[in-house]
């Protein structure tokens, strides 16, 4: 695929085990881009954006609201609870996210084929966890998992009902009912009040009807009148149902190819693929993490980069870049560029180390995270240790200015991946960025961003 230097359509995925700083990197892009679309997951991600003074905790709405005229696409493939999405749109509108006037209901779009979190769900989360004792896989409780099952069940009640509010509540009620039933002979937990649940939904479904459009007709549009897309994954991909660390992994497809299913699109349309990845690595939640710090370092990672859940508050864990699982996303997710995230949080440190491989028990070396995830959690990685550059770089925004043994990590970690580093973040707000190196990710990135941000090449 060939592109001519013009603001391409892009895909945004997570490359690591999610939490990577995807909406700083799409509140960057945004601007340039007609149209950004959210495509998986639901309220149990959460984006932050930061620039000026100002800070948004965004959680289903995709990141783009905050920045420019472009309008937002809710995709088929999420899930999303409608009480969830109405605090969201309130908590924007009271800072003022608005562009030329046109306020958050003009831009925001939601498909009718997605499917709806109700308050059942979020019992039956947690219900469930609570039963699962030690082997808990640390959900968020947001009633994601359950809300996916009914959809493969084949019984969710999906967006559209959002614009009949009589039938939503009565086909609501039947399931919920059901609901309440696995709640109290499954786990002895306390049934969801049926009636109240039932008008809250009545009354969302009366706010939030105007917003149910198709999605992919819409993106069509775009695409014939030339705009370019930018789509925004949720989680990352070793958070995937079918490539993460299963069975601690998120309910939906964190992939690539996900963005088209979840719009009805074909592929060809998606454009290229830039992967974000921390400078380091975290995760939130149960299941194996072979780079964690479980020592003074991992807290000082913590504390140094903030590392707490931006829609849990949860503290994050903490470990050292691993490169066999960031190729393993570059490979399966087909990542074209990275954009290496938070790199500023490492500039304290005399070594840094970078997971090569991992070692199984009895010697063998393996260069890619196994299906099992017991076996994962048993492997001992493999590290190759650099020097660090005890000099601030935060705020830095040429590459040229960096020291030079951040410029040799980031150069390292270009060869252990196999392709390029063209953005990096040095602090959270969206003026501390760097652009750098040539392609075709990087040209787009720099035609999106324009003459709004003062992020010269190098």
């Not at 030339?226 to 660390?245: K, N, P, R, S």
Request: aromatic share 6%; charged share 20%; hydrophobic share 40%.
């Amino acid at each position: 695929m060939s592109f001519t230097g013009s603001v391409s359509s892009l895909v945004v995925v997570g490359g690591q085990w999610g939490d990577e700083g995807k909406g700083k990197v799409v509140d960057l892009l945004a601007g340039g881009f007609g149209a950004v679309v959210r495509y998986n997951g639901g309220h149990n991600a959460g984006h932050t954006v930061k620039f000026a003074d100002r800070h948004f905790a965004l959680h289903l709405v995709p990141s783009g609201i905050v920045h420019g005229g472009s309008l937002c696409y809710m995709g088929a493939g999420m899930v999303v609870d409608p009480l969830a999405l109405i605090r969201e749109m309130d908590s924007l509108a009271d800072q003022g996210v608005e562009v030329e006037g046109v306020e958050v209901e003009g831009r925001l779009f939601l498909s009718p084929r997605a499917a709806l979190i109700l308050p059942t769900h979020q019992a039956m989360d947690l219900a469930r966890e609570a039963a699962r004792g030690g082997g808990s896989i640390g959900t968020t409780g947001r009633g994601i998992g359950p809300a996916y099952q009914d959809l493969a069940q084949r019984r969710a009640l999906r967006t559209h009902l959002l614009t009949d509010p009589a039938g939503l509540v009565e086909r609501g009620r039947k399931l919920m009912a059901a609901h309440n039933r696995e709640l109290e002979l499954l786990y002895d937990a306390e049934p969801v009040d049926l009636e109240r649940a039932c008008e809250q939904l009545e009354a969302a479904a009366n706010r939030l009807g105007p917003f149910v459009h198709e999605v992919g007709p819409r993106i069509e549009a775009h695409v014939e009148r030339g705009d370019a897309i930018l789509f925004e994954g949720a989680q990352g991909v070793m958070l995937d149902l079918l490539h993460g660390t299963y069975p601690f992994v998120t309910s939906s497809s964190c992939l690539p190819g996900a963005a088209a299913v979840s719009c009805g699109l074909p592929p060809r349309l998606l454009g290229p693929v830039l992967g974000i990845m921390k400078a380091y690595v975290t995760r939130v939640g149960g299941g194996p993490f072979p780079t964690e710090l479980h020592d003074a370092l991992g807290d000082h990672l913590r504390r140094r980069g903030n590392e707490f859940g931006t829609t849990t508050g949860r503290p994050r864990r903490c470990g050292w870049f691993d490169a066999v699982a960031a190729r393993f996303a570059v490979r399966t997710a087909g990542i074209d560029a990275v954009a290496l995230m938070k790199l500023d949080v490492l500039d304290e440190l005399e070594e840094i180390r970078v997971a090569v491989g991992y070692r199984a028990p009895g010697g063998k070396l393996l260069d890619a995270p196994p299906a099992d995830a017991r076996m994962l959690a048993e492997l001992e990685p493999v590290y190759e240790t650099l020097p660090g550059w005890r000099t601030p770089t935060t705020a830095v925004t040429r590459d040229g200015d960096l020291p030079g043994a951040a410029r040799d990590y980031i150069g390292f970690l270009e060869e252990r991946l196999g392709v390029p580093v063209v953005l990096v973040s040095t602090g959270p707000r969206r003026e501390e960025t760097l652009l750098r190196g040539d392609g075709a990710v990087a040209d787009c990135i720099r035609a999106a961003v324009g003459s709004e941000l003062a992020v010269p090449s190098a």
